[in-house]
């Protein structure tokens, strides 16, 4: 989500649908999130490229994901993907059903699969970008396929598996109705598929200390941080690529960090630099020093460190099958809301 | 991060020196925030160099601190020419190419 470093090659692209937090209303305490705007949601499945929304550059990315893999201490910098990935493998536990088939999209190095068991899940494919990732995955006890794919570009038939899971890979896919339509394409009829990605408030203080600190010393800011998803529109995206009984529930994670620097070389370690067409390749050390003196005076704690909000979104969606169950008919019903205030009576009667 | 990544490496190790290089300047960096974040409060408005003065005090605080090596703490030095206060080692040229003179 930030480069800070220089970059010796830079490409800036016309962007049809590209939109970053208007404006930053920081003071009085608001939070600025940058949304990704409806207009780009109009390409349908294996649809024309002249509705393709281009917003991220998935070559830079597989390299950063790719340096980040390979590094001594992987460890260090993924705590928060370990933390997810363990999140999202509650949630697979919580479901009442074993799967014998599932897909880890956007694995990275594998931090759902080490949470679960052979009970629950059969055999898993994991699909990352990222060849170093996979090289370096994390042991885990259920038999694994190690997949090269693209979110969005998934190499599996219709109707494979009954479980597809993704942790905190699908905010930098560059078309997320496209990727949502290939997981329901993948998923057996009754399958489920369980995501978590950020959301629209991740990083709000280190985007508004960017946005001041430019804005204050040099008279204009560009975007560092990626723009997120808003959960309304992760809530229509799951129903248009016709996943049923959907469930999104939102969580917010708060690391402390002892200033901006670390934020930031944490986020590169993650893999998680910025890589979208439009961004600055260079940040000036003046902004850089000013951006932590605010993040600092701002967002400090007592004790001298600052936080960094990262707020996940869970969603977990059906592909629909018959016998799953289905809004009642209309007229169908036999008790009215008027008698709401018997209900006593009304239990009662119905154990006699 | 391409060739012998010897650029890189430089920058990088500049860059590490920041966050103790700002925790030593506490005082000035917490005045600039409050005028920041005073200016960018409702009603108030942030221009460009708005915060000037704030700012050189820091960058002079900043660009001040010597770094030693072996994990010293970091001593703040008034601003004397970089040859009678060097101090640490590498710590002379690392500090004058440190921040360059805003345009």
């Known amino acids: ?352 | 991060m391409s060739g012998t990544g010897a650029v890189w490496s430089r920058v990088r190790s500049r860059i590490r020196s920041f966050p103790e290089r700002l925790a030593t300047c506490g005082a000035e960096a917490a005045a600039y925030g409050k005028c920041v974040q005073a200016a960018a409060a409702p009603g108030g408005e942030l221009r460009r160099n708005l915060c000037a003065k704030e700012f050189e005090a820091l960058r002079n605080c900043f660009v001040a601190v010597v770094r030693v090596a072996a994990g010293l703490a970091a001593a703040s030095f008034s601003r004397l020419p970089r040859a009678g206060a060097g101090e640490g080692k590498g710590g002379a040229p690392s500090d004058r190419a440190l921040l360059p003179v805003p345009a």
């Open chain 1, 1 to 352: 989500m930030l480069k800070a470093v220089q970059l010796r090659w830079w490409r800036r692209l016309v962007l049809a649908a590209l939109r970053h937090g208007a404006g930053c209303g920081c003071g009085g305490g608001g939070r600025p999130s940058g949304t990704r705007g409806t207009s780009s949601y109009r390409s349908a499945f294996g649809g024309a490229a002249s509705g393709a929304v281009n917003v991220f550059d998935r070559v830079l990315k597989r390299k950063q994901k790719n340096w980040a893999a390979q590094q001594p201490e992987p460890l260090k910098y993924e705590y928060l993907k370990e933390e997810v990935g363990s999140r999202v493998a509650d949630r697979v536990y919580d479901i009442a059903r074993d799967f014998p088939l599932a897909l880890d999209v956007g694995c990275g190095r594998g931090y759902i699969a080490q949470h679960l068991n052979k009970e629950v899940v059969g055999k898993i494919f994991q699909a990352d970008i990222a060849e170093n990732a996979l090289k370096n995955s994390v042991e885990t006890e259920i038999p694994t396929v190690r997949v090269l794919a693209d979110e969005e570009f998934l190499p599996f038939k219709e109707n494979t598996f009954d479980l597809v899971v993704s942790s905190l890979s699908l905010h930098w896919v560059n078309d997320l109705p496209r990727a949502f339509k290939q997981i329901h394409y993948v998923l057996k009829p009754d399958g489920v598929f369980i995501g978590a990605m950020f959301g629209g408030d991740t990083l709000f203080e280190l985007r508004c200390s960017l946005q001041l600190a430019e804005l204050e010393r040099e008279g204009g800011f560009s975007p560092h941080i990626s723009p997120f998803t808003a959960v309304n529109d992760l809530g229509h995206l799951l129903g248009r690529a016709g996943f049923n009984t959907l469930t999104v529930d939102t969580d917010e994670i708060q690391v402390n960090f002892p200033g901006m620097f670390e934020v930031m070389e944490d986020l590169q370690g993650m893999g998680e630099s910025n890589c979208s067409w439009n961004r600055k390749p260079l940040l000036h050390r003046e902004t850089m020093l000013a951006a932590a003196a605010i993040y600092q005076e701002m967002y400090g704690n007592e004790d001298g460190s600052v936080p960094a909000t990262f707020q996940i979104y869970y969603m977990i969606g059906w592909k629909y099958h018959d016998s799953q169950a289905r809004p009642a008919q209309r007229g169908s019903a036999t008790v009215s809301f008027g008698d709401l205030g018997k209900i006593n009576n009304l239990i009662s009667h119905g154990k006699k």
